[in-house]
C-alpha cells in the first residue's frame, strides 16, 4: 500500500511540475508592449526588385516622444541614420506611410512579433519602382 501512495505522489509531483512549466508562455498583461521589440536585429529581406538574402543590422529603439511608436535604424538597409517610425500594438506593429531618406523613399507597411522574432511586410517606393518586401528580423 505504501508503494501505490508513493506513487501516486510522484505522480501528482510530476503533474505539478508541467503544469507550473506553462506560466512563463502567458503574456504579462500589465507588461509593455514595446519592450519585445527593442534591440539590435539582423534583418533578412526578400525583394521584388533586389530578389532575396540581402542581409544587414538594424536598431529598434523607444520613441520618447510616443509611449507606442518605435524607431528602426537602417530600415530598408539605408543607413542607421535612417529611421522608420511603426506604431506598436500588441504584437503587431504598423509602419504608417512615411518618407525616408530626405523624401526620397516613401514606405509603409505591417509586422508582427511572433516567435521571438520581428516578421515584416511594407512596400518601397522610390518615385519610379514599386519594391514589395518582406523581412524577418532575428535577434543579435
Known sequence: MKSHKALLFLLFILAAGFLTSCIDDIDDP?????????????????????????????????????????LISNFY??????????????????????????????IEGSGKYVSEKIELTYTALDGADLDHVTATYTRR
Not at 36 to 55: H, N, Q
Request: proline share 3%; charged share 20%.
Open 30 to 70: 500589465f507588461a509593455d508592449p514595446v519592450d519585445k521589440f527593442l534591440g539590435s536585429w539582423k534583418a533578412t529581406e526578400t525583394s521584388t526588385l533586389y530578389g532575396p538574402g540581402y542581409v544587414y543590422d538594424v536598431t529598434v529603439t523607444r520613441n520618447t516622444a510616443n509611449s507606442v511608436e518605435i
Open 77 to 106: 538597409m539605408q543607413g542607421v541614420q535612417e529611421r522608420a517610425k511603426a506604431l506598436v500594438n500588441g504584437n503587431t506593429l504598423t509602419i504608417v506611410e512615411q518618407t525616408i531618406c530626405d523624401g526620397t523613399i516613401t
